[in-house]
């Protein structure tokens, strides 16, 4: 396995037993029998093609921004997208890029040219891909919006490309990719002429704002629910006494209810089970089930 992996990505790009903790911004979960890192399209296709046609478990992530990786790991082999597929172009009003781009980049590429509409992805920790996968969005803006194109292999290796928000199935914290198996190779995002120092400046107060009301200090997925439907999960956490509940390394954040945080050594099972009681709580008290955001892989 490990020469066929090495041929396939080079081996600076094979990572054997690894933990998975060290490829999540939870900073959880147990080993992966092995990760690889493609730099090209090519590598990337080739890699996921050989591995099905000889029926290998594949598990494909991004920056590992909203995952919680089970302490037993991953069987089989990780293909992590951030690291490699890293290439952007601008064309007029339009910007292509990988799906390994982070967004902090994208934001940053977009307002260096000029274009207005990606401001509001500055702070998310994740990449182009995975954003797609999610519809990733903040401070009242999603991906749908500046999103017009994306190319993807299929589960048969065969490239396919989705136009328009109908193809991508984008809804809230959801596309089309959450129901298919294929995967991202790169998106084009169409987005409008701007300031380059009001949009600069629009990204820095977005910036003090996620400072000061998210617990940036401490390792997280981010927000742990879903929005319930006419409310915010924060706020129901908050109201039903749970701000700063603990299990084991896992906590309710004291700053913000709607994040979970890794305070000192959690394990997966400290978040799962922080989870379930939080969900347990806020179903008895207000008849409302709250639906995690965070993906989780592996045996729980």
């Known amino acids: 396995m490990k020469e066929l992996l090495e041929k396939l990505v080079g081996a600076a790009n094979v990572l054997i037993d690894e933990p998975m903790k060290n490829h999540t911004s939870f900073k959880i979960g147990g080993p992966a029998d092995f990760i690889v890192v493609p730099q090209t399209k090519k590598s990337l296709c080739d890699t996921v093609k050989t591995l099905r046609e000889q029926g290998i478990p594949i598990t494909i992530i991004g920056n590992g921004s909203n995952l919680l990786v ?28 990988q799906s390994g781009v982070l967004l902090s980049r994208l934001a940053s590429v977009a307002c260096s040219s000029g274009l207005t509409g990606l401001e509001f992805a500055a702070g998310i920790p994740g990449t182009v891909g995975g954003a ?15 999103v017009t194109e994306t190319t993807y292999i299929d589960e048969n290796g065969n490239l396919g490309v989705l136009k328009g928000v109908r193809e991508h199935k984008f809804g809230y914290r959801a596309s089309i990719f959450q129901s298919e198996n294929w995967i991202i190779l790169e998106s084009v995002f169409r987005l409008k002429p701007g300031n380059i120092d009001e949009i600069r400046a629009e990204m820095d107060s977005i910036a003090r704002k996620r400072k000061r ?45 709607g994040f979970i945080i890794n305070v000192g050594n959690a394990t997966a099972n400290d978040v799962c089970e922080l989870l379930k009681k939080v969900q347990t709580e806020v179903s008895a008290q207000f008849g409302i089930t709250l639906e995690p955001e965070v993906k989780m892989i592996g045996e729980f």
């Open 132 to 146: 797609i996968v999610m519809n990733a969005g903040a401070y009242d803006h999603e991906m749908k919006e500046v």
């Open 70 to 97: 089970s302490d037993k790991g991953i069987r089989g082999v990780v293909v992590k997208i951030a690291g490699g597929l890293n290439g952007v172009e601008v064309e007029r009003n339009t910007i292509t890029a």
């Open 213 to 257: 009301k998210q617990p940036l200090e401490f390792p997280s997925a981010g927000s742990a629910f879903k929005r319930p439907l006419g409310g915010f999960a924060a706020k129901l956490i908050d109201d039903a006494g749970l701000k700063g509940a603990k299990i084991g390394g896992a906590m309710v954040s004291d700053k913000h209810s």
